[in-house]
């Protein structure tokens, strides 16, 4: 922060940016010689195999439940491709989802870099860079939306002419920004002295007023 910051942000100066969320992968974070980054992890077949099992295990007990009703006798043999075509949309559905978001996260990484070189901030691959005296926090926000859901978003808060501007960097389908972000936070401001903070709402449903906690 400069002595030109006009103030400490405030949550009501917060807001999501996003327009799509969805249950998204956990961050990690690669530091090198040159630069700190923070990007999807490299591999995803662990999340993809557990996805897949709890899946097919929800499938089977649809099956079992069809067979032990005798649900081809009532409803006929076209009952068993009808299920057949539900379990593949049922299991390759989320597999290609979340297949195509990592490829668009990949397609924008690294999400967060930061230059040691430059004392700079880059976001979604280098579209936008600032200055460090330009970074009020890189943020791990919650809020409801206009429907009432708890939705996160990592954002890095910037702070020009006087006024904050937020940009966003990705979203996540959660309503707990710390479950989503609170470690990658941690782990970038303890490599790069960038500072991060977690805004989201308190109570256990979301309901009291927004929390701002800077992470040491």
Same mark, same amino acid.
């Given at each position: ?89 049922? $299991? %390759?559905?989320? +597999? ?8 668009? &996260?990949?397609? @924008?990484? =690294? ?78 401001? $303890? %490599?790069?002295? +960038? ?8 109570? &256990?449903?979301? @309901?009291? =007023? ?7």
């Amino acid at each position: 922060m400069t002595d030109t910051e006009p103030h400490e942000l405030k949550a009501t100066e917060l807001r999501l940016l996003g327009h799509f969320y969805q249950n998204d992968f956990r961050l990690v974070l690669h530091k090198g010689p040159a630069s700190v980054d923070i990007g999807p992890p490299l591999s995803t077949w662990r999340s993809m195999a557990i996805m897949m099992a709890l899946i097919g295990l929800i499938y089977a007990g649809f099956i079992w439940i069809a067979i032990a009703s005798d649900a081809g006798e009532k409803f006929g043999p076209m009952i068993w491709v009808l299920l057949l075509m539900i379990g593949i949309l049922a $299991i %390759a559905g989320p +597999v290609v989802g979340h297949q195509l978001r990592l490829r668009y &996260l990949r397609s @924008r990484c =690294p999400l967060v870099s930061y230059c040691f070189a430059n004392s700079t901030v880059s976001i979604l691959g280098g579209q936008s860079v600032f200055d460090r005296d330009e970074i009020y926090a890189l943020i791990g926000l919650t809020l409801r939306d206009s429907h009432g859901e708890s939705k996160s978003e990592l954002q890095l808060m910037v702070h020009r002419d006087h006024s904050f501007v937020p940009h966003l960097i990705t979203t996540d389908l959660s309503g707990s920004a710390q479950a989503s972000y609170g470690q990658i936070l941690r782990e970038f401001r $303890i %490599a790069t002295g +960038v500072r991060t903070m977690i805004a989201e709402p308190e109570g &256990l449903l979301n @309901r009291g =007023p927004i929390q701002l906690t800077e992470l040491t």
